[in-house]
């Protein structure tokens, strides 16, 4: 049962994030395509949607891409403050023994491992929590045609709906 307790936060918050990818595009010219969802390459063109429209930009033209992940910091403090209080308090308060003061001293031993588990375990997951949520970023400004072409496909087939579309990856012949 206690094994099972442990478990329940991370069932529960496992897999919360299962948005597409948006990211952030910047051309030469410094038109900025935000929150775009990075589709496919078509011949020259890295083809994003916004909503329900498709644009078409040229991958020559692209300077920088980002993508702001979320933080994962607080989901990471929950995890970390639930599962500590869980195990801090089934391995503490075992003592053996009849009368009162053997009840309360391990009355009070739950407690405190119930609470040094919820720091250390919400330190602990804050820490991970935040390591998560960095961003990612690709400065296009030195790069070849050829180049580009590779690292957009390795991100589009990164991505959630890359899975979907991975059949219309291609490189352009230069």
Avoid at 6 to 17: D, E, M, Q, T
Avoid at 76 to 93: F, W
Avoid at 136 to 142: I, K, P
Avoid at 154 to 173: M, T
């Amino acid at each position: 049962m206690r094994i099972l307790l442990f478990f329940v936060p991370f069932l529960i918050f496992g897999n919360i994030h299962g948005q597409a990818k948006t990211w952030d595009i910047l051309t030469y010219s410094n038109q900025p395509y935000s929150k775009v969802v990075l589709d496919t390459l078509v011949k020259d063109s890295l083809q994003v949607k916004v909503f329900d429209k498709i644009y078409k930009i040229p991958v020559d033209s692209i300077a920088t891409l980002r993508r702001e992940r979320e933080s994962y910091t607080g989901t990471g403090i929950l995890i970390g403050v639930t599962s500590g209080a869980i195990l801090g308090a089934s391995i503490s308060g075992n003592n053996k023994g009849n009368g009162l003061f053997t009840d309360v001293g391990n009355a009070m031993e739950k407690v405190t491992g119930l609470l040094f588990g919820s720091l250390l375990g919400g330190l602990f997951g804050g820490a991970i929590g935040s390591g998560l949520g960095q961003d990612e970023f690709y400065s296009f400004v030195q790069k070849t045609h050829n180049e580009k072409v590779d690292i957009l496909n390795e991100i589009i087939s990164d991505s959630n709906l890359a899975q979907k579309y991975s059949n219309r990856k291609i490189h352009s012949g230069d």
